[in-house]
Nanobody, 132 residues
Protein backbone atom coordinates (compact mmCIF):
# COMPACT_ATOMS: atom_id res chain seq x y z
CA UNK A 1 0.00 0.00 0.00
CA UNK A 2 1.59 3.22 -1.21
CA UNK A 3 0.24 6.67 -0.52
CA UNK A 4 1.05 10.35 -0.98
CA UNK A 5 -0.60 13.03 1.13
CA UNK A 6 -0.40 16.74 0.34
CA UNK A 7 -0.90 19.41 2.96
CA UNK A 8 -0.23 23.09 3.53
CA UNK A 9 -2.73 24.70 1.22
CA UNK A 10 -4.94 27.56 2.26
CA UNK A 11 -6.14 31.06 1.54
CA UNK A 12 -3.57 33.82 1.17
CA UNK A 13 -3.46 37.37 -0.13
CA UNK A 14 -1.62 38.14 -3.35
CA UNK A 15 2.06 38.51 -2.58
CA UNK A 16 1.92 36.03 0.27
CA UNK A 17 3.58 32.65 0.73
CA UNK A 18 2.66 29.04 1.41
CA UNK A 19 4.68 25.86 1.82
CA UNK A 20 3.11 22.68 0.51
CA UNK A 21 4.18 19.26 1.78
CA UNK A 22 4.04 15.90 0.04
CA UNK A 23 4.51 13.05 2.50
CA UNK A 24 4.94 9.44 1.42
CA UNK A 25 4.00 6.26 3.25
CA UNK A 26 4.47 2.65 2.26
CA UNK A 27 7.50 3.42 0.11
CA UNK A 28 10.59 5.59 0.00
CA UNK A 29 10.58 8.73 -2.12
CA UNK A 30 14.33 8.64 -2.61
CA UNK A 31 14.13 6.56 -5.77
CA UNK A 32 11.61 8.71 -7.59
CA UNK A 33 11.42 12.01 -9.31
CA UNK A 34 8.61 13.90 -7.59
CA UNK A 35 6.40 16.31 -9.47
CA UNK A 36 4.00 19.01 -8.41
CA UNK A 37 0.99 19.70 -10.62
CA UNK A 38 -1.94 22.05 -10.31
CA UNK A 39 -5.41 22.24 -11.75
CA UNK A 40 -7.51 25.38 -11.78
CA UNK A 41 -11.25 25.40 -12.52
CA UNK A 42 -11.88 24.93 -16.22
CA UNK A 43 -8.24 24.21 -16.98
CA UNK A 44 -6.18 21.10 -17.56
CA UNK A 45 -3.74 19.79 -14.99
CA UNK A 46 -0.45 21.63 -15.38
CA UNK A 47 3.04 20.54 -14.42
CA UNK A 48 4.54 23.06 -11.99
CA UNK A 49 7.78 21.65 -10.64
CA UNK A 50 9.86 18.50 -10.33
CA UNK A 51 12.84 17.33 -8.32
CA UNK A 52 15.08 14.45 -9.35
CA UNK A 53 16.22 11.83 -6.88
CA UNK A 54 19.41 10.98 -8.72
CA UNK A 55 21.13 14.37 -8.75
CA UNK A 56 18.65 16.77 -7.15
CA UNK A 57 18.10 18.72 -10.35
CA UNK A 58 14.90 20.74 -10.41
CA UNK A 59 12.41 21.88 -12.99
CA UNK A 60 9.96 24.78 -12.91
CA UNK A 61 7.41 25.88 -15.43
CA UNK A 62 8.09 29.40 -16.67
CA UNK A 63 5.18 31.00 -14.85
CA UNK A 64 6.57 30.09 -11.40
CA UNK A 65 10.31 30.49 -11.92
CA UNK A 66 11.84 32.71 -9.28
CA UNK A 67 8.80 32.37 -7.03
CA UNK A 68 8.53 28.64 -6.23
CA UNK A 69 11.19 26.34 -4.79
CA UNK A 70 10.99 22.56 -4.60
CA UNK A 71 13.02 20.61 -2.06
CA UNK A 72 13.34 17.13 -0.58
CA UNK A 73 13.82 15.99 3.02
CA UNK A 74 14.94 12.37 2.84
CA UNK A 75 14.78 11.85 6.60
CA UNK A 76 11.09 12.81 6.63
CA UNK A 77 10.29 11.10 3.32
CA UNK A 78 8.73 14.38 2.23
CA UNK A 79 8.97 16.80 -0.68
CA UNK A 80 8.09 20.47 -0.27
CA UNK A 81 7.00 23.25 -2.57
CA UNK A 82 7.72 26.69 -1.17
CA UNK A 83 5.55 29.25 -2.94
CA UNK A 84 6.24 32.96 -2.64
CA UNK A 85 4.93 36.12 -4.29
CA UNK A 86 1.70 34.31 -4.95
CA UNK A 87 -0.66 35.58 -7.61
CA UNK A 88 -4.38 35.01 -8.13
CA UNK A 89 -3.46 32.94 -11.20
CA UNK A 90 -1.77 30.46 -8.84
CA UNK A 91 -5.16 29.51 -7.43
CA UNK A 92 -5.66 25.78 -8.03
CA UNK A 93 -5.70 22.37 -6.45
CA UNK A 94 -2.08 21.26 -6.13
CA UNK A 95 -1.09 17.61 -6.45
CA UNK A 96 2.17 15.77 -5.94
CA UNK A 97 3.01 12.58 -7.76
CA UNK A 98 5.77 10.01 -8.11
CA UNK A 99 7.58 9.59 -11.37
CA UNK A 100 8.47 6.27 -12.92
CA UNK A 101 12.18 6.80 -12.34
CA UNK A 102 14.69 9.09 -10.67
CA UNK A 103 15.19 11.81 -13.30
CA UNK A 104 12.86 14.72 -14.00
CA UNK A 105 14.33 14.99 -17.48
CA UNK A 106 12.79 11.62 -18.36
CA UNK A 107 9.35 12.92 -17.43
CA UNK A 108 9.27 15.88 -19.79
CA UNK A 109 7.33 15.95 -23.02
CA UNK A 110 8.57 17.00 -26.43
CA UNK A 111 7.93 20.65 -25.61
CA UNK A 112 9.87 20.43 -22.35
CA UNK A 113 6.90 20.48 -19.99
CA UNK A 114 6.15 17.84 -17.37
CA UNK A 115 3.93 15.11 -18.74
CA UNK A 116 1.39 13.87 -16.20
CA UNK A 117 1.00 10.43 -17.77
CA UNK A 118 4.58 9.62 -16.77
CA UNK A 119 3.67 9.92 -13.09
CA UNK A 120 2.14 7.03 -11.15
CA UNK A 121 1.12 7.54 -7.51
CA UNK A 122 -0.84 10.74 -6.89
CA UNK A 123 -1.93 12.48 -3.74
CA UNK A 124 -5.43 13.74 -3.05
CA UNK A 125 -4.58 17.38 -3.67
CA UNK A 126 -4.54 20.49 -1.52
CA UNK A 127 -6.39 23.71 -2.34
CA UNK A 128 -4.45 26.94 -2.76
CA UNK A 129 -6.50 30.11 -3.08
CA UNK A 130 -4.87 33.49 -3.67
CA UNK A 131 -7.05 36.55 -3.26
CA UNK A 132 -6.45 39.78 -5.14
Amino acid sequence: QVQLVESGGGLVQAGGSLRLSCAASGFTLDYYAIGWFRQAPGKEREGVSCISSSDGNTYYTDSVKGRFTISRDKAKNTVYLQMSSLKPDDTAVYYCATGSGPQCESHRDWDGTLERVYFGVWGQGTQVTVSS
